[in-house]
């Protein structure tokens, strides 16, 4: 009932850009936080980025701080990573996922913060 759809992802040259984003559709919903995570090749999907919405505070993962930014729109359920300086260790399947039952303690970089995720977006960063 509830959807995450995620788009803008590709593929780009090392030291490029992109914008990705991801929409909710289907049953509305309100959601407490929104963020990121990727999943390469063979690994466990990791942690990119989150904003909450009380006060859109953000946090990232020490491997995109200063890089990435993360920004959205609460009322929209909406979220976008503004992806800058890319790195070929930065090529992964993007999640974005939104946490709709609120979960005090628990910390952003838990999958299990996170009620609903998207499909997924291919990005591929080649040197």
């Known amino acids: 009932q509830v959807q995450l759809v995620e788009s803008g992802g590709g593929l780009v040259q090392a030291g490029g850009s992109l914008r990705l984003s991801c929409a909710a559709s289907?049953?509305?919903?309100?959601?407490?936080?929104m963020g990121w995570f990727r999943q390469a090749p063979g690994q466990e999907r990791e942690f990119v980025a989150v904003?909450?919405?009380?006060?859109?505070?953000?946090d990232y993962a020490d491997s995109v701080k200063g890089r990435f930014t993360i920004s959205g729109d609460n009322a929209k359920n909406a979220v976008y990573l503004q992806m800058n300086s890319l790195k070929p260790e930065d090529t992964a399947v993007y999640y974005c996922?939104?946490?709709?039952?609120?979960?005090?303690?628990?910390?952003?970089?838990?999958?299990?913060?996170?009620?609903?995720w998207g499909q997924g977006t291919q990005v591929t960063v080649s040197s």
């Open positions: 289907g049953r509305p919903f309100s959601s407490y936080s």
């Open positions: 996922a939104a946490e709709s039952h609120l979960k005090p303690g628990v910390l952003p970089g838990h999958e299990w913060r996170y009620d609903y």
């Open positions: 904003i909450n919405w009380s006060g859109s505070s953000t």
